[in-house]
T-cell receptor
């Protein structure tokens, strides 16, 4: 069965600094998608970034980038120039070929002013 | 387009009562998903529809839970004879059924069963 593991329940970073959130997953599939979703307090979940497993190039969206290591089944999120608005729960997610999304337990990110 | 909407946003009910939640997907999206999220956890898949057809149900979805999407547009999730363990956030998401389209989430319905 596919699993997604986020080993950091909480992290803190100083405003304007860089932080990396870790995620590992387990699957026997070769074709899948990986996502990072952000869930601010009392607000809805929004997509931060996604990565197609067949693409070797790491995805980048402005200040957000991933380090995708397919062989190691690792998918970390790097946030550069952290801003107060980045404070949220971040979920790593795996999307299987049968279209189900499996989420990790999340990492709560605090931004220190 | 205003995105995925859910109603109500909050619901408090007594144990044993029935509750129904509604989800309106993004208008051109033909896939609709329901998830449940308990405190401190990531969302867990419950079920999903393509148009009006319910394609898959998780074993998390007990017999007390039923979901419908009668005209392939909005969907309802009903919980009968609620239990305290049903207290959670119920999230709806929608996507296009083309390739690997992204799922877009609604704000959720927070259910508290007393």
């Amino acid at each position: 069965a596919q699993t997604v593991t986020q080993s950091q329940p909480e992290m803190s970073v100083q405003e304007a600094e860089t932080v990396t959130l870790s995620c590992t997953y387990d699957t026997s599939e070769s074709d899948y998608y990986l996502f990072w979703y952000k869930q601010p307090p009392s607000r809805q979940m929004i997509l931060v970034i996604r990565q197609e497993a067949y693409k070797q190039q790491n995805a980048t969206e402005n200040r957000f980038s991933v380090n995708f290591q397919k062989a190691a089944k690792s998918f970390s999120l790097k946030i550069s120039d952290s801003q107060l608005g980045d404070a949220a729960m971040y979920f790593c997610a795996y999307r299987s070929p049968d279209d189900k999304i499996i989420f990790g337990k999340g990492t709560r990110l605090h931004i220190l002013p | 387009d205003t995105g995925v909407s859910q109603d109500p946003r909050h619901k408090i009910t007594k144990r044993g009562q029935n509750v129904t939640f509604r989800c309106d997907p993004i208008s051109e999206h033909n896939r609709l998903y329901w998830y449940r999220q308990t405190l401190g956890q990531g969302p867990e898949f419950l079920t999903y529809f393509q148009n009006e057809a319910q394609l898959e149900k998780s074993r998390l979805l007990s017999d007390r839970f039923s979901a419908e999407r009668p005209k392939g547009s909005f969907s309802t999730l009903e919980i009968q004879r609620t239990e305290q363990g049903d207290s959670a956030m119920y999230l709806c998401a929608s996507s296009l059924a083309i390739g690997w389209e992204t799922q877009y989430f609604g704000p959720g319905t927070r259910l508290l069963v007393l």
